[in-house]
T-cell receptor, first 114, second 114 residues
């Protein structure tokens, strides 16, 4: 089935140790999003790619970076994770007809920072 | 700026009964989209229902329906014949324009009692 896949589902890292989260999609959508979601809160948009064009939210810390090497894959890099970066990270895609306005979410990666 | 407000942090419903979750939003746009997403505990965010603002007819998906009042900027979700599997956090969301970024409400946690 076409879907949004996130790996790993659970990631443990140490304070200050770089970590990369992965998202892939088989939907052939041209837009990919990264969200941070903390417990019992709404997702917070970090940035998104419209094709190869990167769009950063104004309040996203510089500690968060992203790469999109091709249509199918998008990565979230956290250069120096702090305790406050522990959260669920959601990837979402949007793009193809008929519902070009609808975002489809992956299962998320839960990041723990020790 | 666009905002989405969910005034009910928590709701409870008896199995087989009907429950309505409230959502209001603020926008100066005339063409936009509204969504309800469901996020069960530790599980994936999935789309429940979407509404196009230019359509006056309320969207319906099986047991889920919306009451879309454009002038009042209200978009409530009705769940009929509630099932145990409906227990989840429900997010109301808004998007507009080509970027299609979602603005989320804070969510309503729905409990279903057997």
């Amino acid at each position: 089935d076409a879907m949004v896949i996130q790996n790993p589902r659970y990631q443990v890292t140490q304070f200050g140790k770089p970590v990369t989260l992965s998202c892939s999609q088989t939907l052939n959508h041209n837009v990919m999003y990264w969200y941070q979601q903390k417990s019992s809160q709404a997702p917070k948009l970090l940035f998104h790619y419209y094709d190869k064009d990167f769009n950063n939210e104004a309040d996203t810390p510089d500690n968060f970076q992203s790469r999109r090497p091709n249509t199918s894959f998008c990565f979230l890099d956290i250069r120096s994770p702090g305790l406050g970066d522990a959260a669920m990270y959601l990837c979402a895609t949007r793009g193809t007809a008929p519902n070009t306005d609808t975002q489809y979410f992956g299962p998320g990666t839960r990041l723990t920072v020790l | 700026a666009q905002t989405v407000t969910q005034s009910q942090p928590e709701m409870s419903v008896q199995e087989a009964e009907t429950v309505t979750l409230s959502c209001t939003y603020d926008t100066s746009e005339s063409d936009y989209y509204l969504f309800w997403y469901k996020q069960p505990p530790s599980r994936q965010m999935i789309l429940v229902i979407r509404q196009e603002a230019y359509k006056q007819q309320n969207a319906t998906e099986n047991r889920f329906s919306v009451n879309f009042q454009k002038a009042a900027k209200s978009f409530s979700l009705k769940i009929s014949d509630s099932q145990l599997g409906d227990a989840a956090m429900y997010f109301c969301a808004y998007s507009w324009g080509s970027q299609g970024n979602l603005i989320f409400g804070k969510g309503t946690k729905l409990s279903v009692k057997p």
